[in-house]
């Protein structure tokens, strides 16, 4: 915690009961760190102008000391407890809050390692060539990858404007990540409270516009950024991504029983690096040992999206900030197959029971 930033906070008064922000109750979390400050805060009540502190806040800090730039993030409310698929969409509308898209579907893994990040982006970038508008949340806060699979490395920081925080935007993807808004050294030191917040930002507060499809790309394993968004996001459902190999496996299903316990169907499996296609001849070798995610979608019960093949071109596209199933070939192909495969079943999941009327 930095005390400078405290001693600045103590001059700001919370414009609902007149106490310091220091000593607030509003005040979840502050960090200071490579020129940024981030101030954490509770959302106020109905009466509340969040977005006049926010611009006090700004015009109070920036420029004061090592401080460049200014991020305020109000914690959203915490749910009381898990919401179910169909209450997840049906409880936020009853509330009045608008979802970000028709279809939200997250993107996970157990482990890190097995290309989730390279997929799910992908897949966006799939959706939006059939038509589909679309949206990708960089929900790896600690690693944020779409500012380099989308090509955006050098682009300038988010900004903020009357209808929210403006997504970039890339290969007719709308995007947001925290890799807008630290440098690409840069390390994300935060802890849980501060984390959630910045991923229900993300989701709650972004200028998505009428989205039909909105991909969240979430961070390895089964953590706070998993729980912020099964239990305060209608998400439609999820998709598992794994290599073939046990290794692998035993993780994914630990991400799988996850969606589980918080009610959120998965929508199917993707195979990554299922086979490696030699660039000289064309031949495939199962490096991985192939059909291990086919299998275990089939034990589970659950949809088998595809196979997506290891290729150096897929890597140098990624590097290069271009997403491969924008193009032509067997690897963009088997992208678009899996797309098409994981909207069908966002469809079926996302799709009302029918009315039954009485005459």
Request: aromatic letters at 4%; charged letters at 20%.
């Amino acid at each position: 915690m930095s005390t400078a930033l405290t001693d600045l906070l103590a001059r700001i008064e919370d414009p609902q009961t007149g106490t310091p922000l220091a000593s607030s109750e509003r005040l979840m979390g502050q960090d200071l760190r490579g020129g940024i400050a981030t101030i954490i805060l509770a959302p106020g009540g109905p009466d509340a102008d969040d977005r006049a502190l926010t611009r006090t806040l700004e015009s109070a800090l920036t420029g004061q000391g090592e401080i460049e730039r200014v991020r305020v993030i109000f914690e959203a409310p915490r749910q009381s407890k898990p919401a179910t698929k169909p209450a997840s969409s049906s409880a936020q509308k009853a509330a009045g809050a608008k979802p970000p898209a028709r279809l939200i579907i997250a993107v996970g893994s157990g482990k890190g390692g097995v290309g989730k990040s390279t997929v799910a982006a992908n897949l966006a970038a799939a959706c939006a060539k059939t038509g589909l508008k679309t949206g990708f949340m960089d929900a790896d806060i600690y690693g944020p990858s779409g500012p380099r699979l989308f090509g955006l490395t050098g682009a300038p920081g988010l900004k903020k404007t009357d209808a929210g925080i403006e997504p970039l935007e890339a290969h007719g993807v709308k995007l947001v990540s925290m890799g807008f808004l630290i440098g690409e050294r840069d390390p994300v030191v935060w802890r849980g409270p501060m984390v959630t917040g910045a991923v229900r930002q993300f989701m709650d507060d972004v200028n998505w516009g009428d989205l039909d499809v909105l991909i969240v790309d979430l961070p390895p394993g089964t953590g706070d950024v998993q729980l912020a968004l099964a239990q305060g996001t209608p998400l439609t459902g999820a998709v598992i991504v794994s290599t073939p190999q046990d290794l692998a496996l035993d993780d994914a299903k630990k991400a799988m029983a996850l969606f589980d316990k918080t009610q959120i169907p998965v929508l199917g499996m993707v195979e990554n690096m299922s086979f490696f296609i030699c660039p000289h001849c064309g031949e495939g070798s199962e490096i991985f040992g192939r059909g291990g995610v086919r299998a275990e979608a089939e034990h589970l019960g659950v949809p088998f999206l595809g196979e997506i093949p290891l290729h150096p071109a897929l890597r140098e596209a990624s590097d290069a900030g271009e997403l491969t199933a924008l193009g032509e070939g067997p690897v963009a192909q088997a992208f678009v197959r899996a797309a098409h495969r994981m909207i069908e079943a966002a469809e079926d999941a996302y799709r009302p029971a029918p009315k039954i009327i009485f005459e």
